[in-house]
């Protein structure tokens, strides 16, 4: 499986009202690794950056002026993405200026979506974590995730968050315990044990609203995953009493 983890800087909020795209940053995942191939771009917008704007990302008219325009890097970007899973968070808005960008340009056809997949990670969150905040910077601290060199936004350093934060996000739980060894032969991983004097582990029976949450889980996975989830194929969780 092939993924982009994707992220945009924009010179305002709505493409409807001149707003463009200034800085477009991808990091490719192939079967769940994040590989050396990026993509990034700074584009020149030709028009003002909103005060607003640049306060978030810090990049400058200035900075832009001699910067390709989307134009001029559309061919390589739709390479880059093409047959791939998209992974953005909060994708309706990267999605909907980088659509408004594709029309500008005359490219046909002239939607992502045409091109690839899209998966929105903040969708996802809020499913996980409802009533929570879900925003990079809190997924980063739920996840233990490092972000301590995002003093602004931006896209490449954006996506490159977002890619640790959605492998943590659909990893599941990798360990129960602390003791472990490593087996040669075995490529190196850790293999970990349970000590020979524990007791047995408790066996916590679901409740219906977890189940429930957990069937919803399923379901996203089925959409995001040709051929539908394998977790669908295991054996049925004991159900509660």
Not at 108 to 122: A, F, H, K, M, Q
Request: glycine share 8%; with cysteine; net charge negative.
């Amino acid at each position: 499986m092939r993924q982009i983890v994707l992220d945009t800087e924009t010179t305002g909020l709505e493409p409807a009202a001149g707003h463009r795209v200034i800085e477009i940053g991808g990091v490719e995942l192939v079967s769940r690794r994040i590989t050396e191939r990026r993509f990034h771009h700074y584009l020149q917008p030709d028009r003002e950056i909103d005060p607003g704007a640049m306060e978030v990302h810090g990049i400058t008219n200035d900075f832009l002026a001699d910067k390709p325009r989307f134009k001029d890097v559309v061919h390589e970007f739709l390479d880059y993405i093409k047959g791939a899973e998209l992974i953005i968070h909060n994708a309706p808005f990267d999605i909907g200026f980088l659509n408004h960008e594709m029309k500008m340009a005359g490219v046909e056809p002239g939607r992502i979506e045409d091109y690839c997949s899209v998966t929105d990670t903040l969708a996802l969150a809020r499913q996980l974590h409802p009533g929570q905040r879900n925003n990079l910077d809190a997924l980063c601290k739920r996840y233990g995730i490092d972000n301590t060199q995002r003093t602004l936004h931006g896209a490449l350093l954006d996506a490159e968050i977002l890619a640790d934060v959605y492998l943590a996000m659909t990893g599941g739980q990798a360990t129960l315990t602390l003791e472990h060894s490593r087996h040669p032969g075995q490529g190196g991983e850790v293999v970990r044990r349970l000590p020979a004097d524990r007791r047995p582990l408790r066996v916590v029976v679901p409740t219906e609203a977890e189940l429930a949450a957990h069937d919803r889980y399923l379901d996203f996975l089925d959409r995001a995953c040709a051929g539908g989830s394998v977790w669908r194929r295991s054996v049925s969780p004991p159900q509660p009493s």
